[in-house]
C-alpha cells in the first residue's frame, strides 16, 4: 500500500513507521498517490496566530471574540477541550472556561498571514478556491509532472511549510470531489490529513450523520429529521423525484452527495458576494446607547474585512432578530462603494433609527453587498456630509498606526459601550 511520511516526505510501501526517519506520522491508503481535490483547513486560525506572536499562551486556552456580550469568533484547541465552541456567546464561553484569555480579533494581522499561505498554495497550483482567511479548495490534477511528486506529497510539503515558516498549522482532506474533501479535512483535526478514496466512498458515508453536510444547519437538520433522515443511509433510501419534491433543489443535490457525488468544480477566484458580521446578546435589548456600540464595532470589523480583502461593498445591510425570532432587514445603496467604517457605521445607524421602536432585540448584524473591488471605493464622497472626506483620511491613518502598534492602539469612545 502506498505511503507517505508527513516528517520528512519520505514516500514508501507499506509500513508502520518511516524508514528514513522513524516517525510514526505516516499516511496510507490505496488511493494516496491518484486523488488530486484536496480541502485545507488551518487549525483554529485566529488563536494560532495569537499564540506565535505571544509564546506565553502556548498552553493557556484563548478565545478570539467580543465581551462579554459578544460571541466567540474561534477559540484554541485547550478551550475547545472544554466545550468552547465558535458562535457560543462569550459568557457561556468563559462559564465553561473562567481562566481563558480573551483577545479582540486583529483581522490584518490574520489577513497578511492568510496571504502568506495562500501565496504557497498558488505554488502548487493555479487552481485555488478560497472560502475564507484560513480555507481554501486546490485542484492539482496535472501537476505531478510540474512538481516531480504526486499531490499528497506536496500537500504535506505545504502544511510543514506553513508550520515552519509562518508557525500555523493546517488540517488536508484529499478526495475525489469538493463534497468528500471538506469532510475528509474535518476528520482528524488539528494538524490532521485525512483520505477518501473512490473506492470506499458509499461504504464511508453510510452510517455517517447527514449533518457532514457543508451548509446543513439547524433548520436543515431539523427539516430532515422529520423526515426521517440522519444518517446517509436513511438519505439513500429515498428515491430522488421524492427527495425533489420535499426538499426542492436542495433534494436533488441530497440524492447526490448520498452516493458521494459531488461535480463541482474547484473555482479559482470565485467572487466574494457578501462581508457581514453579527452579534448575539445574552438578554434582549431595546437600548440605543448599547445598539449604537454593537453598529459601531461592527461596522469596523466589516471595513477591517473588507481592507484586508481588497474589497468595498455597494450596499449597506443591517439586520435585526427579535425575541421571536423574527428577523427585520434594512439596506441602503451608496452613490459609491465604501470599506470605510465611519461610512458603514453612519449608514447602518440611519437604518437602524428607521425600525428602533420594533425592539427588544437578540441579535444585530451589519454587512456589505454588491461587493466589488476596492479600486473604486469611496472616491467621489458625500456632498450631504463634507466631513465625511476627513473621517475617512483619519481612519486610514488609524490603520496604519493600529498595523504598527496593535489593535488597541487606538479605539473611539463609542466602542467601549
Same mark, same amino acid.
Given at each position: ?5 508527513r !516528517? ?11 524508514p528514513?526517519?522513524?516517525s510514526?506520522?505516516?499516511l496510507?491508503h490505496p488511493?494516496?498517490f491518484?486523488?488530486?481535490?484536496a480541502h485545507?483547513?488551518? &487549525?483554529?486560525f485566529?488563536?494560532s496566530?495569537?499564540k506565535?506572536?505571544n ?5 493557556k486556552?484563548?478565545?478570539i471574540?467580543g465581551? /462579554? %456580550?459578544g ?11 472544554r ?8 459568557f457561556?464561553?468563559?462559564? #465553561?472556561?473562567p481562566d ?5 480579533p ?11 499561505i495562500?501565496?504557497?498554495? !498558488? ?7 478560497p ?9 492539482l490534477? @496535472?501537476?505531478e509532472k510540474? *512538481? ?7 500537500l504535506?510539503?505545504l502544511?510543514?511549510r506553513? /508550520?515552519?515558516?509562518l508557525g =500555523?498549522? @493546517?488540517s488536508?482532506?484529499?478526495? *475525489? ?11 482528524? /483535526?488539528?494538524r @490532521? ?5 473512490k473506492?470506499?466512498?458509499?461504504? +464511508?458515508l *453510510? ?5 457532514l453536510?457543508w451548509?446543513?444547519?439547524a ?13 446517509f ?5 429515498w !428515491?430522488?423525484?421524492?427527495?425533489e419534491a ?7 443535490r ?5 452516493r458521494?457525488?459531488?461535480?463541482r %468544480? ?9 462581508i457581514?458580521?453579527?452579534t448575539? +446578546?445574552?438578554? !434582549? ?8 456600540? *454593537?453598529?459601531?464595532?461592527?461596522s ?11 474589497k468595498?461593498?455597494?450596499?449597506v445591510?443591517l439586520?435585526?432578530?427579535?425575541? &421571536?425570532h ?5 439596506r441602503?445603496?451608496l452613490? &459609491?462603494?465604501?470599506?470605510i467604517a ?8 440611519g437604518?437602524?433609527?428607521? =425600525?428602533?421602536g ?13 461587493v ?9 464622497? &458625500?456632498l450631504?456630509d463634507?466631513g ?6 483619519a ?8 498595523? /504598527?502598534? @496593535?489593535s488597541?492602539a487606538i #479605539? ?6
Amino acid at each position: 500500500m502506498p505511503a507517505l511520511c508527513r !516528517d520528512c516526505l519520505t514516500t514508501f510501501d507499506d509500513a508502520q513507521r518511516c524508514p528514513s526517519c522513524g516517525s510514526p506520522r505516516v499516511l496510507r491508503h490505496p488511493e494516496l498517490f491518484d486523488l488530486t481535490i484536496a480541502h485545507m483547513d488551518c &487549525d483554529a486560525f485566529y488563536a494560532s496566530v495569537e499564540k506565535r506572536d505571544n509564546p506565553e499562551l502556548a498552553d493557556k486556552p484563548v478565545i478570539i471574540g467580543g465581551g /462579554k %456580550r459578544g460571541v466567540v469568533s474561534t477559540a484554541c484547541y485547550v478551550a475547545r477541550i472544554r466545550g468552547v465552541r465558535s458562535a457560543m456567546p462569550m459568557f457561556q464561553a468563559l462559564k #465553561l472556561c473562567p481562566d481563558a484569555v480573551v483577545i479582540r480579533p486583529r483581522m490584518s494581522v490574520y489577513a497578511e498571514v492568510s496571504k502568506q499561505i495562500r501565496a504557497m498554495m !498558488d505554488a502548487l497550483t493555479p487552481v485555488v478556491e478560497p472560502l475564507s482567511l484560513d480555507e481554501a479548495f486546490m485542484d492539482l490534477t @496535472g501537476t505531478e509532472k510540474l *512538481h516531480g511528486a504526486p499531490p499528497a506529497v506536496m500537500l504535506a510539503r505545504l502544511v510543514k511549510r506553513m /508550520k515552519d515558516e509562518l508557525g =500555523v498549522t @493546517g488540517s488536508v482532506g484529499l478526495s *475525489h470531489n469538493k463534497f468528500l474533501a471538506k469532510v475528509a479535512s474535518d476528520l482528524d /483535526k488539528p494538524r @490532521g490529513f485525512s483520505v477518501i478514496g473512490k473506492a470506499e466512498t458509499e461504504a +464511508f458515508l *453510510h452510517d455517517q450523520p447527514v449533518r457532514l453536510i457543508w451548509g446543513v444547519g439547524a433548520a436543515a437538520q431539523a427539516s430532515l429529521d422529520k423526515a426521517g433522515i440522519r444518517t446517509f443511509a436513511d438519505l439513500k433510501r429515498w !428515491d430522488r423525484r421524492d427527495l425533489e419534491a420535499r426538499f426542492g433543489t436542495f433534494g436533488y443535490r441530497l440524492w447526490h452527495l448520498a452516493r458521494g457525488q459531488d461535480r463541482r %468544480r474547484v473555482s479559482p477566484n470565485a467572487p466574494v458576494k457578501s462581508i457581514s458580521k453579527e452579534t448575539t +446578546f445574552f438578554e !434582549d435589548t431595546a437600548s440605543t446607547e448599547l445598539l449604537d456600540g *454593537h453598529i459601531w464595532r461592527l461596522s469596523e470589523q466589516v471595513a477591517d474585512r473588507a481592507k484586508a480583502k481588497g474589497k468595498a461593498g455597494r450596499v449597506v445591510v443591517l439586520k435585526l432578530k427579535r425575541a &421571536d425570532h423574527s428577523l427585520i432587514s434594512r439596506r441602503v445603496s451608496l452613490s &459609491d462603494p465604501t470599506q470605510i467604517a465611519d461610512r458603514i457605521y453612519r449608514t447602518a445607524r440611519g437604518l437602524y433609527d428607521q =425600525v428602533a421602536g420594533q425592539g427588544p432585540f437578540r441579535l444585530i448584524g451589519v454587512g456589505l453587498s454588491e461587493v466589488v473591488p476596492d479600486e473604486a471605493a469611496d472616491i467621489t464622497g &458625500d456632498l450631504l456630509d463634507p466631513g465625511a472626506g476627513q473621517r475617512a483620511k483619519a481612519e486610514r491613518a488609524t490603520d496604519a498606526i493600529r498595523k /504598527k502598534f @496593535g489593535s488597541d492602539a487606538i #479605539l473611539k469612545g463609542r466602542s467601549l459601550r
